[in-house]
T-cell receptor, first 116, second 109 residues
């Protein structure tokens, strides 16, 4: 498994501002993922972040709104830009670990975001 | 059709009973299957994974996989109030992992 930390753990932000969420893992990993989980809902994948390449975004998510950095194998950031109340959610990073065909995802503790 | 479907719940069982959580998936080529537990306000925690047809037991938890039926389940024996949580089924498909909507389980003392 992997030990994953996220900063901040929670924040309250004003509409129109941006927030950058950091994800740090205790070992080198190739694949990192960013998810959103709205209250009472399941996980929605925002994007996959591989070190050394552009993030791959899922349908409905765009780089201008959710820019991602992946400067090395242990760290990634997700920025939520020009926030609106609809962006209020829990944002989770996860990493993939395990052997071929046994890849497993482990999640960070999440960042709880409230946009006023 | 959703890629990963779980029984909608909520599911309520008395303490000591067996809780049965079910999941079906659409991609016949999927190779690995996972159950996560998520307590309210917390992030998902991996509790079981299974790759081969049949049963896999870990303490009070048993995962069952039937690839022909594209079906995976989680049985929790001797359910405890501390098992009350949302359980997410996840399937590793060719391109990425997909999660079900989750089943909320309540174990009543």
């Amino acid at each position: 498994s992997a030990v994953i930390s996220q900063k901040p753990s929670r924040d309250i932000c004003q509409r129109g501002t941006s927030l950058t969420i950091q994800c740090q893992v205790d070992s080198q990993v190739t694949m990192m993922f960013w998810y959103r989980q709205q209250p009472g809902q399941s996980l929605t994948l925002i994007a996959t972040a591989n070190q050394g390449s552009e993030a791959t975004y899922e349908s409905g998510f765009v780089i201008d709104k959710f820019p991602i950095s992946r400067p090395n194998l242990t760290f990634s950031t997700l920025t939520v830009s020009n926030m609106s109340p609809e962006d209020s959610s829990i944002y989770l990073c996860s990493v993939e670990a395990g052997g071929i065909l046994q890849e497993t995802q482990y999640f960070g503790p999440g960042t709880r975001l409230l946009v006023l | 059709q959703k890629e990963v479907e779980q029984n909608s719940g909520p599911l309520s069982v008395p303490e000591g009973a067996i809780a049965s959580l079910n999941c079906t998936y659409s991609d016949r080529g999927s190779q690995s299957f996972f159950w996560y537990r998520q307590y309210s306000g917390k992030s998902p925690e991996l509790i079981m994974f299974i790759y081969s047809n049949g049963d896999k037991e870990d303490g009070r938890f048993t995962a069952q996989l039937n690839k022909a039926s594209q079906y995976v389940s989680l049985l929790i024996r001797d359910s405890q109030p501390s098992d009350s949580a949302t359980y997410l089924c996840a399937v590793n498909m060719i391109s990425d992992m997909r999660f079900g909507a989750g089943t909320r389980l309540t174990v009543k003392p």
